[in-house]
């Protein structure tokens, strides 16, 4: 498991000035489509749960059975490059410390998003360190929406991960130098992070580290195959 | 003759329980003329749906077994099997789907894409079925077929669109837009048999052309002529039909169309699509097993020229005989003729041929490839293939899953006693998910089935049918033991007590089978066991695995290695090897850790929303593993893993919880180890079981 953990894309955080995302935050991850951000968020999220941390994954797209294909994939591929030897402990520790919450048809309001959080807590006693939230629509969703969020991390005392589109042809940036469509919720979110394809690989930039107001160059080369760290 | 099959449609009407399968079956007949009045599930005629034909059915408003009809549509002959909806019976979907060539999949416009639907859609996937989508009660209070649609798109993968949309919903739900016609329908007389054809309503037309950009955007994905006609503008109706038609006996495609089978809208229009986009017997490719090529795959020709290949894929025993279902592949059957039974070798005369409409049957005197009829008094198998004996073809079998839940009963006197093992013969027969064994030791019927309904209904049946009274003990779930470490065996079988003596030794090792079934290796080298002798090896292990020593549940996933051994030129024998294999089993199973296996089902509990905390807290108290939650609209699907044995009387427990609003169903998971704190709390309950049995 230990491999896993220290090629995680999560070791992007190493670079960061707390070392982690941490409870009552929102953290980004900003990609144009097609370059991986749901497959970096499960990355995300292998790295939560092999740490014995609970997590939800929120779909807002697609239903928990394709939500599931993913992370089989996802993890076939790790098994391959890593060369796992517990697997059923794996399907274990997965199956313990993963839910899925799948919002279809404009399902989702932040509302039900908490009571959702309450009858896990109150009626599996299942406590969720972290959420994952992929499909949000940044350009439809309004602010209150991440507002909304920002209050259920502190008030669950967790850490959620959003993914966010963005477009080649959109070139937007407000003055410290955050892209859209992040660019007006910068106030809102403690990490962003941008997932880039470049000829070497796939890179994990830190744009935004908590009050930090310095970041020196700090990324992480991934393998665009496997999506785990190289350096 | 091309033309006859050419306008055959052999389909297959699926959905989750409650859709309306019957229903909407009940009006095709009745507007193919097959029937001359409707009746209604559950009808207050008392009368039943013509396809419920058991009492049971009428009754309890399911269908329990699968029905076979036929009936005629605008110059098409059109075979339908009308399936249950209910999750125990899953066998009679199976059946049908194997050899239908299209499917309807009836989709509720209130409940959407449900459990059940997902099942069954995988069912279609499994045997590659094209099909169309039928979004039934848009009639309904809540109606939304445009939520639906998006769930066809979503939860089941399916390239849906629109072919139809409503005009009107819910209470004012009163005809549909044909888009490629662009004219709106109203079904019209006291039973919807008059189709009038009329303007699309104003207020609908702007939507009406939307969609139908969108069904051509998606058909000319199918066919460049389309694709060219959109762009110069010169889209013929043929050209539209044509490529739905291609999309969906490609299955890339799945027109939808809408109605109200109860209220009788709808239903002609999907009739039309049946015959349109819904695959002849000449569109569907078909493979056999060539026997005398080493199994190889070879495709069957939907020709009635050929050798005959046909597939006995249901049986039933009616009063007058076996009646046994055929589905003709290749070939043509008459009365006299001979047919041979692959499995057996076994040659038949054709006598009485028939055509099934329900339980009421038409003599035929031939069939053709691609038909399906029923043959009288063959004695057969479901699943067994029938040639002319030109070739040495089989079908490849239908999947069918292993029972999960058994129940003890006895006859409730000695008329009963004779009665109930008819009964079970028949039983057997019919439905290769129905077992039925006498336990050795409490001297019990055992009966085994797919869930508490299915085994529920064929008690009733033994009373109903054969007049076999039976009591019943509780539910029992079929627990499993697995080994979970290798252990090594070297065992000696020496008996000298007179006569000609027994000697047999074996040594090797048991261990976890990766495959997860029984495997023997024979690694014995230079003879030690004479080779005659490994077979009575491998023999006495197998007969191990019938009871394992932990709590006398059958034994899974287990590899037995034979490494060494050793022989007596006058005292070894297959019975001293047999004997030795069972004593080195029972010398070393309890040395590799066994451990209890139980049935976990896939659960899926769909209701209100508001009722989330409270459906989680039952999944939750009865050991479930919940995975995921669905929020759809006010709806919400929870999916869960939970254990058989805490599943009985869930029903009641459901619905009192919910005040009767949300339901679920459950289908066999997988096995998995019951946890340490169950263990002896089972070990004893079985002990005592035991103890008690044997007192009595």
């Known amino acids: ?231 | 003759m091309n033309d006859q099959i050419q306008n055959l449609r052999n389909i297959g009407i699926s959905a989750h329980i409650d859709s309306g399968k019957t229903t909407l079956t009940e009006r095709i007949l009745y507007y193919t003329k097959r029937i001359f009045a409707i009746h209604e599930v559950k009808g207050k005629d008392g009368v039943g749906a013509t396809m419920d034909t058991m009492e049971l059915e009428k009754e309890r408003g399911i269908t329990i077994a699968s029905a076979a009809t036929h009936c005629e549509w605008k110059g098409h002959r059109i075979n339908i099997i009308d399936t249950p909806g209910h999750v125990d019976f899953t066998i009679e979907v199976e059946r049908a789907l194997r050899v239908m060539d299209g499917g309807i999949l009836i989709l509720c416009a209130v409940g959407g894409v449900q459990s059940q639907s997902i099942a069954v859609d995988r069912q279609m996937n499994r045997y590659e079925v094209p099909r169309i989508a039928f979004i039934n009660k848009c009639d309904r209070s809540g109606a939304d077929p445009y939520r639906v649609l998006e769930q066809l798109r979503e939860k089941l993968n399916l390239n849906g669109v629109f072919v139809q949309i409503p005009i009107g919903l819910e209470g004012k739900f009163s005809g549909v837009v044909d888009l490629v016609l662009m004219k709106a329908f109203y079904f019209e007389g006291t039973s919807g048999e008059e189709v009038r054809e009329g303007a699309i309503p104003s207020d609908i037309i702007e939507e009406a052309k939307e969609r139908r950009e969108e069904l051509l955007d998606a058909a000319s994905m199918f066919s460049d002529d389309l694709m060219e006609a959109v762009l110069e503008d010169e889209v013929t109706e043929d050209l539209i039909y044509e490529a739905v038609r291609t999309g969906t006996v490609s299955r890339g495609l799945t027109p939808v169309f809408l109605g109200s089978a109860y209220k009788n809208i709808g239903v002609q229009s999907l009739l039309d699509g049946v015959n349109r986009y819904l695959p002849a017997p000449t569109d569907v490719k078909n493979n056999a097993i060539d026997l005398d090529q080493k199994g190889k795959e070879v495709p069957l020709e939907c020709n009635p020229d050929s050798p005959v290949v046909a597939l006995g894929f249901k049986l039933e025993v009616t009063p007058y005989g076996q009646l046994t279902y055929l589905r003709l592949y290749q070939g043509s059957i008459g009365k006299g003729d001979n047919l041979l039974i692959t499995r057996t070798r076994k040659k038949l005369k054709v006598g009485r041929l028939v055509r099934m409409h329900a339980d009421q049957m038409e003599d035929v005197t031939e069939a053709r490839a691609g038909d399906i009829v029923a043959l009288f008094g063959v004695d057969c198998y479901s699943g067994d293939t029938f040639t002319n004996g030109r070739l040495n073809y089989s079908m490849s079998s239908m999947f069918v899953p292993e029972p999960v839940i058994s129940l003890a009963i006895n006859p409730e006197d000695n008329k009963a006693q004779g009665n109930m093992s008819k009964a079970l013969n028949r039983f057997t027969r019919e439905d290769p998910t129905f077992r039925s064994h006498v336990d050795q030791e409490s001297g019990e019927t055992i009966i085994s089935g797919m869930g508490e309904l299915h085994l529920e209904v064929y008690v009733e049946r033994m009373k109903r049918e054969f007049d076999a009274a039976v009591n019943t003990g509780l539910p029992q779930v079929a627990y499993r033991e697995a080994i979970t470490k290798m252990a090594s065996f070297d065992y000696t079988h020496k008996k000298q007590t007179g006569g000609a003596g027994q000697f047999g030794r074996v040594a090797g090792f048991m261990e976890p089978s990766e495959s997860g079934a029984y495997e023997f290796v024979n690694h014995v080298k230079g003879g030690v066991i004479p080779i005659e002798f490994i077979p009575a090896v491998d023999k006495g292990f197998q007969t191990c695995l019938g009871k394992g020593q932990l709590i006398g549940f059958p034994v899974l996933g287990m590899k037995m290695v034979v490494n060494d051994g050793k022989s007596h030129s006058v005292d070894s024998s297959e019975r001293a090897f047999r004997a030795a294999a069972v004593g080195a089993f029972k010398q070393v199973y309890m040395k590799a850790k066994p451990v209890i296996l139980e049935p976990v089902m896939k659960v899926s509990v769909e209701g209100p929303s508001e009722f989330q905390g409270n459906v989680m807290a039952s999944i939750n108290q009865r050991r479930g593993l919940i995975t995921s939650s669905t929020e759809d609209g006010v709806f919400t699907t929870i999916e869960a893993e939970v254990p058989l044995a805490e599943m009985f009387g869930y029903a009641t427990t459901l619905r009192s919880l919910t005040q009767g609003k949300a339901e679920f169903t459950m289908e066999f998971s997988r096995y998995a180890k019951v946890p340490g704190s169950i263990v002896e709390e089972l070990k004893s309950e079985i002990q005592k079981k035991t103890k008690g049995e044997g007192k009595s």
């Open chain 1, 1 to 231: 498991m230990k491999d896993f953990i220290s090629v995680s894309p999560l070791r992007i955080l190493e670079k960061s000035s707390r070392k982690e995302l941490g409870s009552g935050n929102l953290g980004v991850l900003i990609a144009r489509a097609g370059v991986g951000k749901t497959a970096c968020l499960i990355h995300i999220a292998f790295d939560k749960i092999f740490r014995k941390e609970r997590l939800v994954h929120i779909s807002l797209e697609e239903g928990p059975e394709k939500v599931m294909s993913f992370y089989d994939v996802i993890y076939r591929d790790l098994d391959q490059a890593l060369g796992f030897t517990d697997g059923d402990e794996h399907r274990m520790m997965i199956d313990r410390n993963r839910m899925i919450l799948a919002y279809l048809n404009q399902s989702f309001d932040v509302d039900r998003l908490r009571t959702n959080l309450m009858n896990l807590t109150e009626n599996l006693e299942f406590r969720p360190n972290a959420l994952i939230v992929d499909g949000l629509d940044f350009e439809k969703a309004e602010r209150i929406i991440f507002e909304g969020l920002r209050g259920i991390a502190g008030e669950f005392q967790l850490e959620i991960w959003l993914s966010a589109l963005s477009h080649r042809h959109v070139t937007q940036t407000n003055e410290r130098g955050i892209p859209y469509p992040c660019h007006k919720l910068d106030d809102l979110f403690s990490l962003i992070i941008q997932l880039q394809p470049e000829p070497t690989g796939v890179f994990l930039r830190l744009l935004k580290d908590h009050d930090n107001p310095t970041i020196s160059d700090a990324s992480v080369r991934l393998d665009p195959n496997t999506f785990l760290a190289l350096d």
